[in-house]
């Protein structure tokens, strides 16, 4: 039986992770081997989460997006950032 919490073959994009739930997410995830897509508004403490997770081993980037702004959610959808995961 496969390990239910690997998720090296994972991608998973977390919104509102700078701080609190969103961050202990994206580092969960990390550490079991998912690329973790952080997004947030705020930019310094979204780089943090971003170095926790790598300081880690973890692969994660981030992008600053205002997730009730219509227009920046179908821009970063829209952009290919996240197709691109296979290059970490």
Do not use: K, P, Y
């Amino acid at each position: 039986m496969s390990d239910l919490f690997d998720f090296s073959t994972r991608g998973v994009l977390v919104t509102g992770a700078a701080h609190g739930i969103g961050r202990g997410i994206c580092e969960a995830f990390a550490t079991r081997g998912a690329t973790v897509w952080a997004c947030d508004i705020r930019e310094n403490e979204l780089a943090e989460t971003v170095r926790r997770c790598r300081s880690g081993g973890g692969r994660a980037e981030g992008r600053t997006v205002d997730v009730t702004d219509a227009g920046a959610v179908q821009a970063l959808a829209g952009n290919g950032w996240m197709l691109d995961w296979q290059r970490f």
